[in-house]
Each structure stands twice: as C-alpha cells, then as structure tokens.
C-alpha cells in the first residue's frame, strides 16, 4: 500500500508532501526537524490489502458488466478441430456490480443499493478498512 503522507513542520512552519509505503515520520527538507505525518491519504493498494468479504474472507473481486461485446480472433485451427484465439477485446457494457469472486456476495453501499462505479468501490473499500480500523 502506498501512503501520500502531508507534514507541517512545528519548527519552521514548511509544508511537505511525501509517498510511501508507510506512515512514517519524516525530516523537515528545511530545517532537518523530525515531524511526524499531518495527514495521509491511501494513493495505491494492492486488493489483498483492502478488501476482506465479509462473508467467506476472500480478497479478490470482480467487476461484473452487462451489454459488453466480447471478441476474440481465431489464430489457428488444428486437424483436431481445435481453436487457438488471438487477445481478447472488449467493447460496450455497463457495470452492474462489483462482487467478491469466491462467494458472489454483490457488494453494496450504506443505503443497500448495489455499487456500481470505480469511485463507488473506492469509497466502499476506505469506509470498510475505517470501520475495520475502529474495531
């Protein structure tokens, strides 16, 4: 998980920005100073790291589309008749709902509605890993 982390400097009053991978203290590039983090905010995370099913404790999702085209290219066929396909494209669609892939639980949000949106997972995920903080 990566952290962009915000430190005011008590001793000379200088604002820094720094991304790491974790929340650790920091030296004022003024001053020299040791401060610690101000405020932080999650930047990138690998899915493992923020999400937990609460039903079977899988950790991979799945976003789930309706009214996508999906194409491959037949690259060859053997004298058995089998095919072998070039990359898949795939084109159209909407997202329906995002899912976890080991139970299928279709993950929602506070008001029991069916999130469908990158930004709606995003938000899914920080208020989960904050409760779970909490806890």
């Not at 400097?9 to 983090?37: F, K, R």
């Not at 690998?46 to 290219?73: A, K, N, W, Y």
């Not at 396909?85 to 069916?114: F, H, K, M, W």
Request: net charge negative; aromatic share 8%.
């Amino acid at each position: 998980m990566l952290y962009e982390k915000h430190y005011i400097c008590t001793e000379c009053g200088t604002e820094w920005n720094d991304i790491w991978d974790c929340l650790c203290d920091d030296c004022c590039p003024n001053c020299d100073a040791s401060m610690q983090v101000a405020e932080h905010r999650i930047v990138e995370a690998e899915i493992t790291e923020v999400f937990d099913c609460p039903d079977c404790r899988g950790h991979r999702l799945e976003e789930v589309m309706d009214g996508v085209v999906v194409s491959s290219r037949v690259e060859k066929i053997d004298e058995a008749g089998n095919f072998q396909y070039g990359p898949q494209t795939n084109e159209g669609g909407v997202v329906i709902c995002y899912q976890c892939v080991g139970c299928g639980l279709r993950l929602a949000d506070t008001d029991g509605s069916r999130i469908e949106s990158p930004e709606g997972l995003w938000d899914f995920l920080c208020r989960e890993n904050a409760e779970g903080a909490e806890k």
